[in-house]
């Protein structure tokens, strides 16, 4: 089992940038396969990107790939999410999740565990 604490959320203008952290209890980290979601006000949750267990492959929505990079310290026990040129688009609660054994990392579903969110509000 692991629980997950989100950081780093915040406001910023258009185009700026933030960086989220996922703090993970426990010394099993590096078995799980970790990713971000985020879910806007009305809509639902949708994913954004995922990370393997040792950070070599790593899979983004289409919607933010060059622009955020995920990556993962697993001495550490933390993910993140560099999120930069962000848009008003971008703006809603930020979740990281993690997951053992995953066929579709797109997926929310199949991801076990979850934290409690961080919001991110981008003004134009």
């Known amino acids: 089992q692991v629980q997950l604490v989100e950081s780093g959320g915040g406001l910023v203008q258009a185009g700026g940038s933030l960086r989220l952290s996922c703090a993970a209890s426990g010394r099993t980290f590096g078995t799980y396969r970790m990713g971000w979601f985020r879910q806007a006000p009305g809509k639902e949750r949708e994913f954004v990107t995922a990370?393997?267990?040792?950070?070599?492959?790593?899979y983004y929505a289409d919607s933010v790939k060059g622009r955020f990079t995920i990556s993962r310290d697993n001495a550490k026990n933390t993910l993140y999410l560099q999120m930069n040129s962000l848009k008003p688009e971008d703006t809603a609660v930020y979740y990281c999740?993690?997951?053992?054994?995953?066929?579709?990392?797109?997926?929310?579903?199949?991801?076990?565990?979850w934290g409690q969110g961080t919001p991110v509000t981008v003004s134009s």
């Open positions: 999740a993690a997951e053992a054994d995953l066929s579709d990392y797109r997926n929310p579903n199949e991801y076990d565990y």
């Open positions: 990370i393997s267990r040792r950070g070599g492959n790593t």
